[in-house]
């Protein structure tokens, strides 16, 4: 029983903080443009295959350190695709109806596939696991593979330091007024069109970055792209679009949801997780934690 | 004037029921034409026109935008496959339409969450997450064949009692698919010019004021949601015959992309629209299908050029430059008056 329960929670929090690792950017982006990032998944991939080239190309060996330092580089590429992105698009989307915007940003997405497609071709590619990750422990019953510990560990540094800049830093405060009323942080002197931009930089910076992060967890194909974002999408919805803790709280939730279902009723995987955010959308379509001047 | 006659005699109804006729000649003659790689195309196309149309009635009318289109498509798919396959020997008619009525059942459960609570984004939100249920449910159900599909899906034979069409001949079914189609568009036509579609578009204008009117917005926008899924499905049933297979593709939230992408690109306020859409959209598909990635960058670039610089689709700029034909011909006619 005790050990069913820690399960749960393990493989609740592996999967939680997977997809938090893509939804912090998603949530940031939407939180201050008001908009639906399709694309996300995309440069979520493309952060994946830049950092796996990185890899290959400088021969990077299977260290710890190149592996992050190969996620970082990716997280980079991809945060210059967004300022570029953002100069192009996003700016053009902000006075568009929502459908339009939703639109685009999916047309986004299958450049980004096409890119993919065309750069790297349409076979699967495999990154090699960090050795230093490559284990795994058996603890109180409970089979634990250190790259789950790591992503774990990854998506909370992650959410803490995230937070403590949203709440903390004066950078972080100048955003969420923003976020909350452009037309007054404009009369203020703040400039706003320079904090879209730069949010916009930082949420494509931790797309790229997630990308690397997670590339050893999975095999490589133009297919990434619409992989996670809607678990992504799920999780920003239900925790409250726009809202980083909001999102933190609803992976390790729908996490724990997930995790009960494929113990306990492994019929039809994904299902509960459909319902659960239908469910949320239908009772309480603010999500878990509110955000103020989000529409 | 050659112009002047374009003009006057295509604007009319009279103009547009000739270029319908027109359509349906080429259609028709399609399965003439050497290969039969055509025919199958153009088959495909004829059904995913409908399955855009029935996505246009919600989007184009009503404003909200649904990511699950592909579900009920899927749903009237495999449930006509999977009742034609049942060993009580249900005829194919039978089927169709109870595959239909599925899609149709499923759309008003949905709408009845969806519409209730959620708008714009949500919307679309929670149209895809339900949707995925079906696809869920598709991929693991031994019945529906799992990630396989479903294999071997004949075409049927029309059992009118008196008489029999086995559609496995020939193309009868080509010619099947045609009229089923053609009847369906018929009734979307119906539905986008009649009184409910009047209201529907005055309820995307001014929701508050058709209120105010004594119109039960919610329950219009019920009835747009639930013909655009139940037409969905009819079109989807007629699928698993004409390619023999079912995947469950169909009915991931991808595909739901499909009838949206068509529908922007032929221009989603004009009821014609989608089906221009789908045409070019095919068209597209056809000639860089050997080109892994470029048709990527084909379609994502042609949908994002329209959505930031071209929101009336195909039919919106054909109209653009009727208009500005129409100018130039009044300032023309000023000028010669004058010159007089």
Redesign the interface.
């Known amino acids: 029983m005790l050990s069913e329960v820690g399960l749960v929670v393990f493989n609740g929090l592996t999967w939680g903080m997977a997809v938090f690792l893509v939804a912090a950017g998603l949530t940031l982006v939407f939180g201050i443009l008001h908009i639906l990032n399709f694309s996300h998944g995309g440069f979520f991939m493309i952060g994946a295959y830049v950092s796996y080239q990185l890899l290959v190309t400088f021969g990077g060996g299977s260290a710890l350190s190149f592996y992050l330092a190969a996620a970082f580089g990716g997280g980079l590429v991809v945060a210059f695709l967004g300022y570029v992105i953002d100069r192009l698009v996003l700016r053009r989307l902000k006075h568009v109806d929502h459908a339009y915007s939703l639109i685009a940003t999916y047309a986004l997405l299958v450049l980004c596939e096409g890119f993919v497609e065309i750069t790297w071709g349409v076979d699967y590619r495999g990154m090699a696991t960090p050795e230093i990750l490559a284990g795994a422990s058996f603890q109180h019953g409970i089979f634990m593979p250190t790259y789950s510990m790591f992503v774990i560990g990854a998506g909370v540094v992650l959410f803490l330091m995230l937070d403590a800049w949203m709440q903390y830093s004066r950078t972080g405060k100048l955003v969420r007024s923003v976020a909350i009323d452009p037309w007054m942080s404009g009369v203020l002197g703040v400039n706003t069109v320079a904090v879209y931009t730069a949010v916009v930089v930082v949420g494509f910076f931790l797309a790229g970055l997630a990308g690397g992060l997670l590339a050893a967890n999975q095999s490589l194909s133009p297919a990434l792209g619409s992989q996670y974002i809607i678990q992504a999408f799920g999780v920003i919805i239900v925790g409250g679009i726009g809202s980083v803790r909001g999102a933190f709280l609803a992976s390790v939730l729908l996490g724990i949801v997930v995790a009960l279902e494929s113990l306990y009723f492994p019929y039809y995987p994904g299902m509960l997780f459909y319902l659960a955010v239908a469910l949320f959308v239908m009772f309480r379509p603010a999500g878990l934690i509110k955000q103020r001047g989000v529409a | 004037m050659r112009n002047d006659f374009l003009d006057v005699y295509f604007s009319g109804v009279k103009g547009r029921a000739s270029l319908v006729l027109a359509m349906l000649i080429l259609v028709a003659s399609v399965p003439f034409s050497p290969g039969s790689g055509l025919t199958f195309l153009v088959g495909l196309l004829m059904i995913q026109a409908v399955f855009a149309i029935s996505f246009n009635i919600l ?1 184009g009318l009503t ?1 909200l ?1 649904s ?1 699950g289109q592909a579900a009920y498509f899927a749903a009237g798919a495999y449930g006509t496959a999977y009742l034609m396959q049942l060993d009580v020997g249900m005829p194919f008619l039978v089927a169709w339409v109870l595959g239909g009525l599925i899609g149709g059942v499923f759309a008003i459960a949905v709408g009845l ?1 969806a519409l ?3 708008s ?3 919307f ?3 149209s ?3 949707g ?2 079906v696809y ?2 598709i991929r ?1 159900s031994d019945a529906l064949g799992r990630d396989d599909g479903m294999l071997g899906i004949d075409r049927p034979v029309l059992n009118f009692f008196l008489f029999q069409i086995d559609l496995g001949v020939g193309e009868r079914y080509f010619y099947f698919i045609l009229i089923a189609t053609a009847l369906l568009v018929a009734f979307l036509w119906w539905v986008w010019h009649g009184k409910l579609g009047r209201v529907l578009f005055a309820i995307r204008q001014d929701p508050d004021r058709v209120r105010f009117l004594g119109v039960n917005v919610q329950r219009y926008q019920q009835y747009a949601f639930v013909i655009g899924g139940t037409t969905a499905a009819l079109a989807g049933g007629l699928m698993g015959p004409w390619a023999h297979i079912l995947t469950p593709e169909l009915a991931h ?2 595909y739901s ?1 499909l009838p ?1 992408l068509m529908s ?1 690109l032929g221009g989603v306020a004009y009821f014609w629209g989608p089906v221009a859409g789908a045409i070019v959209f095919a068209w597209l598909g056809y000639i860089t299908r050997t080109m ?10 042609v ?2 050029v329209i ?2 610089a071209l ?1 009336g689709g195909i039919a919106g700029g054909a109209a653009r430059i009727r208009q500005w034909l129409r100018r130039r011909r009044l300032t023309n006619e000023k000028e010669a008056g004058s010159n007089a």
């Open positions: 989007f404003g935008i990511f969450v209730r609570r959620a714009g984004i949500y679309a939100i929670l895809l997450a339900l995925q249920l869920t449910v693991y939230w991808s992309a949206i922007l892994p990635g470029i048709q990527e960058l084909v379609i994502g670039g949908l994002l959505v930031l929101p």
